[in-house]
């Protein structure tokens, strides 16, 4: 009968098995030492592939703006959710309203709203039994500010690839001179 993964935790130095083998199990390592696996957040050591309990380094606001950038344009990925925030780029509007020029059921345009309010593009509030949207500003400028790091970026790449096609055809406009001139 083989070892609990507490026991393991427990007894670790005097298990005669390495890790990992025969009993399928992993050592959880010492304080302060470097684990070489990950290890499950439970304590429940289940192999290699499980997540890393002792040593979180992440930088949150960095995860968390890659997340958020991801769930923006992930709800702008849907010509029908664009639409609907086009519409309430004018005002305000009930969920009614914004389903009137859509031919899809009013479930579907349901979950299109809870899509752009997960992506925090819409407000939502809801007056009497009416359910009422705006626009939400700030995630379509964090949006914009990405978008013009790489447009900057690009725009210098283009500039960059002009130069060099202007020189390459000067200098074949050159040789190509000298060649009919001799």
């Known amino acids: 009968m083989g070892m609990t993964p507490r026991q ?8 005669s098995t390495p890790a990992g083998k025969a009993t399928g199990l992993v050592e959880r390592p010492a304080p302060g030492e470097t684990p070489t696996h990950p ?6 050591e289940s192999g290699p592939l499980t997540t890393i ?6 930088n949150f606001m960095v995860n968390d703006s890659s997340e958020r950038l991801n769930t923006v344009f992930l709800a702008l990925a849907d010509p029908t959710r664009r639409a609907i925030l086009e519409r309430l780029a004018h005002g305000e509007a009930s969920g009614t309203e914004l389903a009137r020029p859509f031919s899809i059921s009013v479930p579907a345009i349901s ?12 407000l939502h509030r809801k007056d009497g039994r009416t359910h009422r949207f705006r626009l939400a500003a700030r995630p379509l400028k964090e949006a914009a500010t990405w978008l013009e790091h790489y447009r900057q970026f690009w725009e210098a790449q283009f500039d960059s690839l002009d130069t060099y096609l202007l020189a390459t055809a000067e200098e074949e406009q050159d040789i190509d001179d000298l060649s009919s001139t001799s």
Not at 39 to 44: E, I, K, L
């Open 8 to 15: 393991v935790m427990l007894e670790k130095g005097s298990q």
């Open 53 to 58: 309990h002792d040593r979180r380094i992440i």
């Open 111 to 122: 979950k299109h709203l809870r899509v752009l309010e997960h992506a925090d593009l819409i």
């Open 39 to 44: 290890v499950h957040s439970t304590g429940a």
